[in-house]
């Protein structure tokens, strides 16, 4: 379980592809706090740590997770938002954030409000009747609000803004468009629609 706050940002020095993709990432963590087994967050996907030194950890990363993931982010070099599994007694300061990537956005322009950055992105139609205005979105691992959410020409399009710190401090500060972003809905919004479809059965 996670809260969408991202913690550091990790560089994949290595991606070597066995039966599953190994990725090494170089991280800021106090490794010797981490233990094998132990879940990190990244870019939103909920990943096992099963190799690590002072600096790095090392994750397999299943071909299910690669094809439902954003293209390109498992790659040498990728730069990937990271989190640490919530413990009990942490502040929950986002939302919560199960790790389960939902589908894959793509960001269709970015423009300037104020100091902060609004972006729109098109959302997969199976999504959309999860997604509302002023509720929680989770993308590439970080928690959001969404601005607004529209229908035109049978896509879904909504926007959320990129403050400052949160650009400074994740991926999303270089965020262009064309970029595929990891979409993780908010879980409240999952029970819901399971209760009421189970109403109408």
Same mark, same amino acid.
């Given at each position: 379980?996670?809260?969408?706050?991202?913690? @550091?940002?990790?560089?994949?020095?290595?991606?070597?592809?066995?039966?599953? =993709?190994?990725?090494?990432?170089?991280?800021?963590? @106090?490794?010797?706090?981490?233990?094998?087994?132990? #879940?990190?967050?990244?870019?939103?996907?909920? =990943?096992?740590?099963?190799?690590?030194?002072? @600096?790095?950890?090392?994750?397999?990363?299943?071909?299910?997770?690669?094809?439902?993931?954003?293209?390109?982010?498992?790659?040498?070099?990728?730069? =990937?938002?990271?989190?640490?599994? =919530?413990?009990?007694?942490?502040?929950?300061?986002?939302?919560?954030?199960?790790?389960?990537?939902?589908?894959?956005?793509?960001?269709?322009?970015?423009?300037? !409000?104020?100091? #902060?950055?609004?972006?729109?992105?098109?959302?997969?139609?199976?999504?959309?009747?999860?997604?509302?205005?002023?509720? #929680?979105?989770?993308?590439?691992?970080?928690?959001?609000?969404?601005? @607004?959410?529209?229908?035109?020409?049978?896509?879904?399009?909504?926007?959320?803004?990129?403050?400052?710190?949160?650009?400074?401090?994740?991926?999303?500060?270089?965020?262009?468009?064309?970029?595929?972003?990891?979409? !993780?809905?908010?879980?409240?919004?999952?029970?819901?629609?399971?209760?009421?479809?189970?109403?109408?059965?």
């Amino acid at each position: 379980m996670f809260t969408g706050i991202v913690t @550091d940002i990790g560089i994949v020095t290595k991606a070597e592809q066995r039966g599953d =993709l190994r990725l090494t990432v170089q991280c800021g963590y @106090d490794m010797a706090t981490v233990a094998i087994g132990a #879940s990190i967050a990244c870019s939103g996907a909920c =990943l096992t740590v099963v190799d690590k030194g002072a @600096d790095w950890f090392a994750v397999d990363v299943s071909a299910e997770t690669v094809s439902k993931t954003a293209a390109g982010l498992w790659r040498e070099g990728s730069r =990937l938002n990271l989190e640490r599994a =919530l413990r009990m007694g942490d502040e929950l300061g986002g939302h919560i954030v199960t790790g389960h990537v939902d589908g894959v956005a793509e960001v269709l322009g970015v423009c300037a !409000e104020g100091d #902060s950055h609004r972006v729109g992105m098109r959302i997969p139609r199976e999504l959309a009747r999860f997604i509302a205005p002023k509720g #929680s979105i989770t993308l590439d691992g970080v928690s959001l609000t969404v601005n @607004d959410v529209r229908t035109e020409g049978g896509e879904t399009h909504c926007a959320v803004n990129i403050i400052p710190h949160t650009a400074a401090q994740t991926t999303l500060g270089e965020i262009a468009a064309g970029r595929q972003l990891n979409v !993780e809905i908010d879980v409240l919004a999952r029970y819901l629609d399971r209760m009421m479809a189970a109403r109408t059965q």
